[in-house]
């Protein structure tokens, strides 16, 4: 008699079935290597990894051997009917530990993720079937992933990438209803989703498209003050580009946003997919003054090299020069430029995730390394990584990744120091033009210079009128000669001249981290004082 596939469920409460019926795995011990099998299906997993799971840092002295006890209740219960050869085995002894063998069995986890991609891929053209594939694979679930081991340190990341893949499912599915006019049918669903999840910004994006659809323009915008609110209280971030352009469009009454009759499904979602920017660059607030030059050349070398890093001293407008070259390059790339920024991360276990938030990608099966290059594999995109040298190492190692498997992914990084892998063109940042001697040189001459020009402008913002005179040229001159021409430091120096003369600014600059303060409220806090630009590049 062929023995019946067993069929493992993890999507909810651990489940085990075989012909129709229950099978009982054990108490709470068994069950719970079980699920650790399962999430490492295929893999081999060491017995180390298996007792620190199950016991923590403190197991006693027989865990090895109850090890061994669990893993034969568990093949009891398996294997039972199946014969004792290895070609019948599903829990397999393989140094260093156990491997849990799926091969011709059924996981509800893979059944999710399979009916996933296959909706995913009939998106584009097809969104009435991508709906039906994903009400499938979100019928799989039962409760929350993983649910009866939500204590368990072993299951929380598992479980919250899990719910992660599943809300983006939902989101997709969604938006596909969207596509097909089914905004009014939605609603409900997606209020209870976004109250759910207030800080998730795509529910967000949904939830206000279709009200808008539905004639409630008002309510729509005021769902974006409140998740803006809820943003800016809980993170103390603003929204991202695509809830902002979306506002935008609703108070324009963007005729992109309608669905009008006879609109195919496909060119709805077409439609929709419009409305996302392509990049998610900050609007300059400021003129762009010097590297004129040097930004010719970083536009130049995109064009051949998939990676290149600017390097230089903090303040050196490392930034600023990748912004610019990203914007400019935006045309070029199809699936968008964006920019991760860096500075505000912890742990170098972050940067992974900043990039996929950046990107769009969304939780899959895997790392979420590996999610970032199955997703972008076939994309033709810039990454700007911005700050990357207190998390050198795992920049490195991602870019290096993306690098290898994907194709038409270039990246701009901007580091104190290269990321030193292979093909990376690592740029030094120059200081700004300065003028030689401004005694020998006429007012034009010293005002052409670059360093002079960005304190003159600068200067201007706070002290209306200022202007250069053969009073003042000396002066800013050896301000901007004494500072090397690095831009902040410049730019803080200028901010002084609210209170200030060029001459007492000289004098004080013995004394420049007292004296190269007061930054704007809105720049970050490391770029406020030169002390703190200093230390936020000594703590790197």
Known sequence: MVESAIEFRLLGPLEVWRGGQPLPVGGAKPRALLALLLLHADQVVSTDALI??????????????????HVSALRRALERHRGTSGANRLLITRAPGYLL???????DVVRFERLVDDARAAM??????????????????????????????????????????????LEDCLECELALGNHAGVIAELERLAGEHPLRERLVWLLMLALYRCG???????LFQL????????????PGP?????????????????????????AAGKAAAATRPRHNLPIELTSFIGGEQELDEICTLLEHQRLITLTGAGGSGKTRLALRAARQAVEHYPDGVWLVELAPLSEPTLVASAVAASTGIRAQAGTLAQALTRSLRDSHLLIVLDNCEHVIEACAELAHDLLSSCE???????????LAIASEVAWHVPGLELPDDAAAMSLEEVGACSAVRLFLERARAVRPGFALSSATAGP??????????????IELAAARTRALNPEDIVRRLDDRFRLLIGGTRDALPRHQTLQATIDWSTTC
Do not use: H, Y
């Open 52 to 69: 620190d799971a199950l016991w923590g840092e403190r197991p006693p002295a027989s865990a090895a051997n109850a090890l061994q006890a």
């Open 101 to 107: 063998r799926l091969s011709g069995q059924v996981f």
């Open 124 to 169: 584009p053209a097809q969104p009435q079937v991508a709906v039906s594939r994903f009400r499938d694979a979100l019928g799989l679930w039962r409760g929350p992933a993983l649910a009866d081991f939500v204590f368990e340190p072993f299951a929380r990341a598992d479980a919250a990438r899990l719910e992660d893949m599943r809300l983006g499912a």
């Open 216 to 222: 409630r323009q008002a309510q729509a915008s005021g």
């Open 227 to 238: 998740t803006r609110s809820a943003l800016v209280e809980e993170l103390g971030m603003e």
């Open 242 to 266: 695509a809830l902002r352009q979306l506002l935008q469009q609703i108070l324009e009454q963007d005729p992109k946003l309608e669905m009008t009759k006879g609109k195919t499904a496909a």
């Open 408 to 418: 038409r992914v270039r990246i701009l990084a901007t580091s104190r120091q290269p």
């Open 476 to 489: 800013v001159a050896q301000i901007c000669r004494r500072l090397d021409g690095i831009p902040l430091a």
